[in-house]
């Protein structure tokens, strides 16, 4: 008599629901990661920005009054790319400081 060496359906159907929980319980987790490095990197990028708009207060003896003036002209103190966060918000300027919307 010869015997199958293989797993039955139930012994897949029950490593596989395994496999799913683990996988339910782990995805939530990874995405809340995700917007902690987004909101963290956004941080980050405004005080880039803040640090340009002293740069540009010392070329030119004035603060800028909008992100545009940063990104405009012929040696742009930072790329239009830089003007908004990771997260998808955009950086403004009031009073000599970068802010976020």
Same mark, same amino acid.
């Given at each position: 008599?010869?015997?199958?060496?293989?797993?039955? #359906?139930?012994?897949?159907?029950?490593? #596989?629901?395994?496999? #799913?929980?683990?996988? &339910?319980?782990?995805?939530?987790?990874?995405?809340?990661?995700?917007?902690?490095?987004?909101?963290?990197?956004?941080?980050?990028?405004?005080?880039?920005?803040?640090?340009?708009?002293? &740069?540009?207060?010392?070329?030119?003896?004035?603060?800028?009054?909008?992100?545009?003036? &940063?990104?405009?002209?012929?040696?742009?103190? &930072?790329?239009?790319?830089?003007?908004?966060?990771?997260?998808?918000?955009?950086?403004?300027?009031?009073?000599?400081?970068?802010?976020?919307?």
């Amino acid at each position: 008599m010869k015997r199958n060496m293989g797993f039955t #359906l139930i012994e897949l159907i029950f490593c #596989l629901s395994i496999i #799913l929980v683990i996988l &339910l319980l782990v995805i939530p987790y990874v995405t809340s990661k995700n917007d902690i490095v987004k909101n963290k990197s956004c941080k980050a990028q405004i005080e880039v920005v803040n640090s340009q708009i002293i &740069l540009y207060e010392i070329e030119h003896e004035q603060l800028p009054t909008s992100i545009s003036q &940063l990104t405009s002209g012929s040696k742009p103190y &930072l790329t239009e790319k830089q003007a908004t966060c990771p997260n998808g918000k955009s950086i403004y300027i009031s009073d000599g400081q970068a802010y976020v919307k």
